[in-house]
């Protein structure tokens, strides 16, 4: 994330640059991007951000987030955003959730994923995965949506799925400048990978179906503020060439000057 900066500062000149950790320790860090309560690590990442002496003090600021920190960094727009988010940009992130637990080629340990992946696939909506391990924590079979409403621990909270509406998370996302969401074209770790732009997809194969954003209530009825956006022309879907996080440094600088011009 640090090369991410000195980019920033190369392409636009010298900018302030804030990498969110959750634990000053590098493994730990890393951990937590598996194992935790996304909930409250997002209010941990609020906390951090509001305490920072530049940022807090800012009359706005620019997002990226890559995989699914992008998620995460929609999650802060829209339960805190303070200081506010002007333009978020996100990179692969899984939006409307995860259908397949399909990531152990990114892991630094692929035994050890394989072992979390048997208990992701077959303890899903138990309270402790839910509360424990992060990718179930945005896991979503449209297939199987009542279970998905009843126990998930996050995403069906920040997407607004639920029936009682929180109307602080569509202000926040609605007062975006722009929000850009990229899907990559060969993305074999987020399943969907339309799901990073708020598309459903339903079986595989020839009986696969996807279901555009705007054919969805979230869209339709408005549930956190993307319909609204996209009637103001701030809603872009951008397609990256390559697989998962094939973020080159001309696809950056692209996005910088689109974000600061």
Known sequence: MNLVGELLNQ??????????????????DRTA???????????????????????????AVNAIGFSQG??????????????????LVTFGSPHNGISDFNNCEQSWSILVCIAWDGILKTQTWTHWVQSHLVPA??????????????????????NNERPVKNETYKQNLANLDTFWMYQFSEDTVVVPPESTWFDSVVGTGEDRIVKKLKDQDIYQED?????????????????????????????LKDVFEMMYD
Request: proline share 6%; aromatic share 12%.
């Open 11 to 28: 392409t636009h000149g010298p900018t302030y640059t804030y990498n969110i950790r959750l634990d000053e320790d590098g493994g730990d």
């Open 33 to 59: 991007t598996f194992y935790g309560n996304v909930t409250e690590q997002i209010a941990i990442a609020c906390a951090k951000i509001a305490e920072d002496p530049i940022l807090s003090k800012a009359p």
């Open 70 to 87: 992008g998620q995460f960094m929609r999650a802060y727009v829209e339960t805190c955003n303070h200081p506010p988010v002007k333009n």
């Open 137 to 158: 924590q945005y896991y979503k079979n449209p297939e199987k949506i009542d279970e998905y409403l009843e126990y998930s621990n996050w995403l069906a909270n920040v």
């Open 223 to 251: 549930w956190i503020g993307l319909k609204e956006l996209d009637e103001k022309g701030a809603l872009v879907y951008k397609m990256a060439e390559g697989p998962h996080m094939s973020v080159t440094d001309e696809l």
